[in-house]
Structure formats: C-alpha cells, structure tokens
C-alpha cells in the first residue's frame, strides 16, 4: 500500500487545516489509518485513527475536541479536519495504515511521505 499525505500548509493559530492521506491500493478500505505527528525536537506521536470502515474513530487527549478523522473509501482517502490549531500542533503530519491499529508506530507496516503543517502564534 502506497500512501500520501497531503494539504499541509501555514495557519495562525486558531486557524483550521484539512490533510488528507491518500491510497493507491484498490483494497484500502480494508485497512484501519493512523494519523500520527512529529514535532521539532519531539518523537513521533499519535494523532487519530479511524477503523476501516470508518465507524470507529479514537483521538490522542490533546486533540479530542478539535481534530476529526473521516474517510471515503470510494476514493482511498482518509482526512484529518484539524481546527483551533495551536503552535503545539506544528508537525509533520504521516498517515500509516494496517490490519488493525495501534498507538506505537512501529506497529504500523505501511507509511506515506508526510505533510508539514505549521502553526503561528
């Protein structure tokens, strides 16, 4: 599975973004999507997941409330709708995908390139 991230870009804080993460594999919709970020000097972290499907949706603490996972299958893309940014929020956001999902991102066998997403103040 091919993936990649997009529509990362610079907004102020309190500003809202959309990046998406789209598939080449014909199959993706059989596949849960983890959004996970990296910010300067920070690890890598989780985001959000969404389930295959699409019916079951999981946020880390610090962006329950302000970021939404979504997906269309029908065009293998996933979406993270982010709003109320704040410069925390300032990463390079990656979309990874699997049967099944977890928190660790070493767990997650297919990765895209990511977008970078910053966040002034």
């Known amino acids: 599975v091919q993936l990649q991230a997009s529509g990362g870009g610079l907004v102020q804080a309190g500003g809202s973004l959309r990046v998406s993460c789209a598939a080449s594999e014909r199959f993706f919709s059989n596949y849960d999507v983890v959004w996970f970020r990296q910010g300067p000097g920070r690890e890598r972290e989780f985001v959000a997941t969404i389930s295959w499907g699409g019916g079951s949706t999981f946020y880390a603490d610090s962006v329950e409330g302000r970021f939404t996972c979504s997906r269309d299958n029908a065009k293998n893309t996933v979406y993270l709708q982010m709003n109320n940014l704040q410069p925390e929020d300032t990463a390079v956001y990656y979309c990874?995908?699997?049967?099944?999902?977890?928190?660790?991102?070493?767990?997650?066998?297919?990765w895209g390139k990511g977008t970078l997403v910053t966040v002034s103040s």
């Open positions: 990874a995908a699997g049967f099944g999902w977890s928190r660790d991102a070493n767990a997650m066998p297919y």
